[in-house]
């Protein structure tokens, strides 16, 4: 019988951080995983944008989480000798004067001083870009190669023998006194990052989840070369030898398929600014594990104490993961409550 500390269902985003931040604090681990091609984590383009652009306002937390995010990637680096994290500028192109107006009068306000640059410019080819309004960018930007991180970090838990592709089935998990056992392994604690695979999950399939598909497309231009990430409607980010465009939002359609209307309704919108002509080379789709409060899910089962969930970091994810990884780690080895507002115990009046 192989022994654990904690087994990890799931190595997306949340397992992976989750992992690494279990590892940090010397602890035992078994990361459980049956490597899904579609996962939201590994097709997500890992955007970090520090502001929600529809009413220019800080992102959630954000003074708290991205400079965690960014420290943590960094050692990651220097742990698996590969870049994953870049900081890059990342610029709204202007609809009218009016949302112009409106950037500027937000960029003066004191808790966004830091996060949106006032100028304005006009940094484009008009001939390949059409943005007669200029445009203005976001400071402290950056995106995550996510699925290259995630496969990096996989072959380093396989090497630390951490690691089991496996289709984790609930059946096969019986609880004990002193904790877990899966298989011929045996653990303290099981924590479920399985994202949108959780409603299927019987012990967490109450918590209360609003799941949107994303599709996302690899591009290619003819002429149009691009040293910064762009947003108008959709985003166009420079990833590695070619640009991601996206992402779609779909409440209805959760199959992870990728669909003609969603390839359609990308090329569209960057169309309308985009004067150029782009190549599709891939073309992937995910099911994001959002919340119906758009908050994270974390926390200890209400009746089974060796059961936990670290879920629901939905389209923030590359900027959460690390700081509330490390909430739950504070729960696990210090008994430090976690944040009411991720904390799983604000649904437990509904379940009941």
Not at 22 to 34: A, E, M, T, Y
Not at 211 to 228: H, N, R, S, W, Y
Not at 231 to 259: H, M, R
Not at 279 to 301: F, K, N, Q, Y
Request: aromatic content about 12%.
């Amino acid at each position: 019988m192989k022994e654990v500390d904690y087994i990890i269902v799931g190595q997306g985003l949340a397992g992976s951080v989750l992992a690494q931040q279990l590892l940090n604090r010397d602890q035992r681990i078994l990361v459980i995983d049956q490597q899904p091609e579609n996962s939201s984590s590994k097709i997500a383009a890992g955007l970090c944008n520090p502001v929600v652009f529809k009413r220019l306002t800080k992102s959630w937390m954000i003074d708290d989480v991205l400079e965690t995010a960014k420290t943590f990637y960094r050692r990651q680096e220097t742990l698996l000798s590969e870049e994953f994290y870049t900081e890059i500028p990342l610029y709204k192109l202007f609809v009218n004067e009016k949302e112009q107006q409106f950037w500027q009068q937000k960029s003066n306000e004191p808790d966004l001083f830091d996060w949106l640059n006032p100028a304005v410019e006009f940094p484009f080819n008009p001939n390949l870009i059409d943005s007669p309004h200029g445009a203005a960018h976001v400071n402290h930007s950056a995106f995550l190669q996510t699925e290259k991180w995630l496969n990096a970090f996989q072959k380093y838990l396989r090497n630390q023998q951490a690691f089991i592709a496996a289709d984790f089935r609930y059946e096969n998990l019986s609880l004990t006194a002193e904790g877990v056992v899966w298989q011929n392994v045996q653990a303290k604690k099981i924590i479920f990052c399985e994202g949108y695979r959780c409603i299927h999950n019987p012990y967490f399939d109450w918590l209360p989840f609003k799941l949107t598909k994303g599709e996302v497309l690899t591009i290619q231009f003819d002429k149009l070369k691009l040293d910064q990430a762009i947003n108008k409607g959709v985003f166009i980010l420079p990833y590695q030898e070619n640009y991601k465009l996206g992402a779609t939002y779909n409440w209805d359609d959760l199959s992870e398929k990728t669909s003609e209307t969603g390839k359609h309704e990308l090329l569209e919108k960057a169309s309308r600014f985009i004067k150029d002509r782009m190549e599709v080379i891939d073309h992937r789709a995910g099911v994001r594990p959002t919340v119906s409060d758009r908050r994270p899910l974390l926390g200890i089962h209400p009746e089974h104490k060796q059961l936990l969930v670290f879920n629901g970091l939905g389209t923030k994810g590359v900027m959460l993961a690390p700081y509330f990884a490390n909430k739950l780690v504070a729960l696990l080895l210090e008994n430090q409550a976690l944040p009411r507002e991720v904390n799983i115990s604000r649904f437990l009046d509904s379940k009941a």
